[in-house]
């Protein structure tokens, strides 16, 4: 019997996984359901094959209720002090993106570069 070559089984379902979600992204206005339909695919690819959501797609998309999300169409936006809130309006399934370490480490940039003018 052969051995399965993981590596390349993980390249070819990341590679789908995005192939999916840009055809989800795509076809959203038109057939909301059929976007949805890809999101799933995707998601039981990342799954089966143990692979990560890559990064750009994971806020596009509402893990309880599983539909593409589009900022003003069916996702509201909020940013406050600290995070980003995400809330998906089909099922009010709320995400909470902290961005502390961001402002953090931009503050420590503009530190540098008052200290390197100096």
Request: aromatic share 8%.
């Amino acid at each position: 019997m052969r051995r399965r070559n993981l590596k390349l089984e993980r390249r070819i379902a990341r590679e789908r996984i995005e192939i999916l979600m840009q055809l989800a992204r795509e076809v959203f206005h038109r057939d909301a359901a059929l976007a949805r339909r890809y999101v799933e695919l995707a998601r039981r690819i990342a799954m089966r094959y143990n692979v990560r959501f890559p990064g750009k797609w994971k806020r596009f998309f509402c893990k309880a209720c599983g539909s593409f999300l589009v900022p003003g169409v069916n996702m509201r936006v909020r940013c406050t002090k600290q995070r980003v809130v995400i809330t998906c309006l089909e099922c009010g399934h709320v995400k909470r993106i902290s961005y502390v370490r961001e402002k953090k480490a931009r503050k420590n940039e503009a530190k540098l570069k008052r200290e390197e003018k100096v």
